[in-house]
């Protein structure tokens, strides 16, 4: 893991490649010119980013591409405006000593005795492109390419190239065959909503988008692919939020004759040589828990280890309680250090959310100090608890004069998920706070829950997530052992998001059919979802693995962004449009009548 905040590296235009960049017009980038260049007549081209009139005759002009800036001293009466293109031909010249400015790569330079051509002319721009925070984000979506001048989406886009390329040399340097699967499909079994596309020459039928290319690499194997990957645009139609989009990418992979280990290390190869060419840093081992145990300490499958206040667990300490508010199956709790301070407003606040997210109460003690350096707890509820019931407490949760401690008491599921969000409220740092702490998350169980109408389980991953091998046997048990069914499923979680999750697949028909009658599949509706993954199956195939992670929340967890929106080119807006194309937009009645489609009124005409 590493500790230092997260830094990743200037993108660094390496000598290579600024060979290269030359063309008809331009000799130099404007971000490439040092002392070492005092005494060249260059020629460079960019968009005006600043521009002061000295006199009649001096004008400083600050020009920008994407490699950075450089100023140039030109005749002030050049009629030249924000964003202009220019091409500037002149003389490198070394400033002197008191106006070099050491926040600029350039800075110890100029250009001088310029000749300028302007390329091309530009109206005023909207928003101020250096003031990124001024500026409400529909306005910057609504102009992107403007926002795309802008330094920080030039280094969020360009690490995002960078990271792109060092998932593509690991996979490859382990023998991963990159495969494109198609964007017109049937439905995939992720469980999200799909995307479909109407068929012309079939009207009335229609075509999935992907929610993943998972069908298809699992054919990949039983077409003797080996190890496949793909960066992958996948689409689910699903509510809209910081980290999540209409469309992502992932990085998607599977691998033949592959157990749980093999998938774990080479994605985990491919994750250190992403974090090594972001930040030059070296990550280790990732280290592994297993569901339950994130489940209990952390009340989360994505725990976020940065930070401590674990839940406790108390259930023991009040089994012989008097008070009805811990008749319950499980309580737990949380220590959080200082908390005594809190003021009741918050502690009124909390208790508020942690209804909202399903407790019937929480319960609240701040500890204070009492006599002979023992503590007392001060509390609604401290009357109601016996001295052994406060002293087994303390003992064990370690509190000490200026803790406070927040109790939840209900089913186990309920208790964990309000805690664990409670913990996520009071102490979560900023994303790009406390280094990167990736984290395996193994043993998912194989369903999440059991419905309640209909008494079957619901899949926790995809229907195709093999058992783990000892609890084959609980498959044909009780509710409340198919609970108990550990998957071969794991998640890779970083600073508490879900980067990215897999599976060992079910690979034999006796297995998978069992999981499709648990799941209330039949066989027809097997046979119609997934009939040609099941006949596929029948002709050999090889025991495979594999998993995906997103791309997009990587890149912005490596660059410190909060929002998958500032690492993506041309992302839509919370509510799923997109201001600059105006997309989702009405189409023709002609189009319409060509795919067979009549609308119905909308709810609002
Ligand atoms: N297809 C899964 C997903 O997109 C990942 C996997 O199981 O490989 O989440």
Redesign the pocket.
Known sequence: MTDSPLSPRPVVFSDDVLEHLPTHLRTNMCGELRPEHVGRTVSVCGWVSSRRVHSEHLAFVDLRDYTGLVQCVVDGAADLRSEYVVRVTGTVVAREEQWINPKLATGEVELADCTVEVLSVAEPPPFQLDERHETDETIRLRYRYLDLRRAQMQRNLRTRATINSAIRRAMESQGFLEVETPMLIAS?P?GARDFVVPSRLKPGSFYALP????LF?QLCMVGGIDRYFQIAR?LRDEDLRADRQFEFM?L???MSFASQDDVLSAISTTVAAVVEAVTGETIGEIPRMTWMEAAERFGSDKPDVRFGLELIELTDVFTATEFNAFKAPCIKGIRVPGGAEFTRSRLDELTDRAKRWGAKGLVWMRVKPADAGSVELDSPVAKFLSDDEKAALVAATEAVDGDLLLLVADERPKVRHVLGLLRLDIGRPPVNEGGLNFLWVVDFPLFESVDEATGRPVSA??PF?MPHEDDFGLLDGSPEDLLGVRSQ?YDLVLNGWEL????VRIHRADIQQRVFELLGISKEEAQLKFGFLLDAFRFGPPPHA???FGIDRLVALLVGEENIREVIAFPKTQSGADPLTQAPTDIDPAQLAELGLRLLPRAAD
């Not at 929610?211 to 998972?214: G, I, N």
């Not at 990215?500 to 599976?503: D, L, M, Y």
């Open positions: 995939t992720e929610q993943s290319p998972q690499k996948c992932q998607d992979a599977e991953h995809h997530t499923a990215g999750s897999g599976s594999g998993f995906a």
